[in-house]
């Protein structure tokens, strides 16, 4: 079980590892072994989740790191390898919304403005292309390596209001796919490509669009979402984990061009 679910030594990129979930999932893949390359554009949250994971006896280096920047990216990637060794896993965690490219009783879809949506889109789908395209060219010359990308259940199932969030998550998906066929027919059957699609995690970005600030109850959107989902919940950020060590593990070998849902029944539910 050990060999199946173990990452002793491998080297993990990590994007957005500042954040809630993908500094969780940092921590979490550091105690089982791995060396962690926090990668965030917040260079102070990415040196946190790295000071933290060095407190409780793990190997990590933080790195700022732009994703929609192939120079910062290059630059990413080198200075990982320099003080930890090869990639042999990515994580491509970066994502988010932006409150302009969002539908509102103040503004409608007709007035959404395209650089807000473009933004969202760029940020969520080409952040993740370019940062594979600079990591997973060392796999390919390889021959060997996992890529685990973030999606989200907006793109199976497309939210209110935000639009170009869950046009680029769908995107992300499909994406998951169409690289697991390439990487396998072009390069290495050993290089493996899935995706996980999280439900709904209480983070920075949405928490007060769930929760209300001032009492903490659930807003009506928070409301609608619990009753839509039958585990009655918001998700944890650890209960990503496990998902994440099977499909980056030797576990998960014969796995590939999937996407999970870590979702408490969301996708299940068809609100009767």
């Known amino acids: 079980m050990k060999d199946l679910f173990g990452l002793a030594d491998k080297v993990i990129a990590i994007t957005g590892a500042g954040g ?11 105690k089982a072994g791995a060396k962690i390359g926090v990668w965030d554009l917040n260079e102070q949250a990415a040196v946190k989740v790295a000071d933290e994971i060095k407190a409780d006896g793990g190997i990590a280096v933080a ?21 930890l060794g090869e990639i042999d896993i990515l994580i491509n ?3 988010g919304n932006k409150k302009e490219a969002t539908t509102s009783h103040d503004l409608s879809f007709f007035d959404l403005p395209a650089e807000a949506v473009r933004f969202v889109f760029e940020l969520n789908f080409l952040g993740i292309f370019l940062t594979t395209q600079v990591v997973a060219k060392d796999m390919a010359d390889r021959r060997r390596g996992v890529i685990l990308n973030i999606s989200s259940m907006s793109a199976f199932r497309p939210l209110t209001k935000v639009m170009g969030y869950s046009a680029a998550k769908a995107a992300v998906t499909n994406f998951t796919k169409w690289l697991a066929v390439h990487m396998c027919r072009n390069y290495s059957e050993q290089i493996r490509v899935n995706a ?15 929760t209300d600030e001032k009492t903490g109850e659930l807003t009506s959107r928070g409301r609608t979402v619990i009753e839509h989902t039958p585990m009655a919940r918001f998700g944890r ?6 998902t994440v060590m099977w499909l980056t593990g030797d576990a998960a070998e014969f796995v590939t061009g999937i996407t999970v849902p870590i979702d408490g029944g969301f996708s299940a539910f068809s609100g009767i």
């Open 237 to 242: 950020p650890e209960e990503l984990i496990g």
């Open 93 to 95: 965690g970066v994502g």
């Open 196 to 210: 996980i699609a999280p439900g709904f995690f209480l983070t920075e970005q949405n928490r007060f669009l769930l």
């Open 20 to 30: 809630v979930l993908c500094g969780t999932i940092s921590q979490a893949m550091a």
């Open 63 to 83: 790195v700022k790191c732009d994703v929609l920047d192939k120079k910062s990216l290059e630059a990413a990637k080198d200075k990982t390898i320099a003080q």
